[in-house]
Each structure stands twice: as structure tokens, then as C-alpha cells.
């Protein structure tokens, strides 16, 4: 199954890593209930000084059913006050390159 990996990086200051987990995990599951919904991965850096302190990626089966799933449910969990002191900047890609350990 060729899938289309979306990428989700989020700024997240000192201090508010339990609230944004508490966040993305309620995001998370509603997302993951979607159809077309593939999987996710969400990395946290080493350095406490990176831009991006989180970074999702998440697979979808399409760019379609990754759409569909940013509906009126979705924008309402996103767009509440406690989401205020984190920012994040995403896309969809497409793979054009990968490569594995020999």
C-alpha cells in the first residue's frame, strides 16, 4: 500500500510538554478514528532548544481521506484556548527518497 505521509512540526515551549501530550493525545484519537487513517509516529527531540520540540508524522491511505478527516470535530478540538501557546507548521509529502541499513 503506497500511503501519504503527512508531516506536523510543533513549537512548544519549556514547561508545557504535559499539556500539549494531554492535547495531541485527544487530537490523536480523534484523528485515528477516521477512515483512511494509516498510522503515526510522534518524536520528541533530544535538544530542549529546538524550534520543533515535537514532530508527528502520520501516514494516511490518501491525501483525500486526509482532508476529509479536518472536519467541523476536528477544528472544534484544535481551536480551543489550551491550544494557544503551541504553534505547528505541516504539509503532506510524498516519498522521493528511502533507504535502509545493509
Known amino acids: 500500500m503506497t500511503v501519504v505521509p503527512f508531516v506536523n512540526c510543533?513549537?512548544?515551549?519549556?514547561?508545557q510538554e504535559d499539556a500539549f501530550m494531554s492535547l495531541f493525545r485527544e487530537v490523536n484519537a480523534?484523528?485515528?478514528a477516521k477512515p483512511g487513517y494509516v498510522s503515526h509516529r510522534l518524536h520528541q527531540s533530544l535538544a530542549p532548544d529546538a524550534k520543533f520540540r515535537f514532530v508527528n508524522y502520520a501516514e494516511w491511505e490518501t491525501a483525500g481521506h486526509w482532508r476529509a478527516a479536518h472536519d467541523d470535530g476536528f477544528r472544534r478540538l484544535v481551536s480551543g484556548p489550551a491550544w494557544s501557546p503551541f504553534s505547528s507548521t505541516h504539509a503532506l509529502y510524498?516519498?522521493?527518497h528511502a533507504g535502509r541499513a545493509q
Open 10 to 15: 510543533f513549537q512548544v515551549p519549556a514547561g
Open 94 to 96: 510524498e516519498v522521493v
Open 30 to 32: 480523534y484523528m485515528a
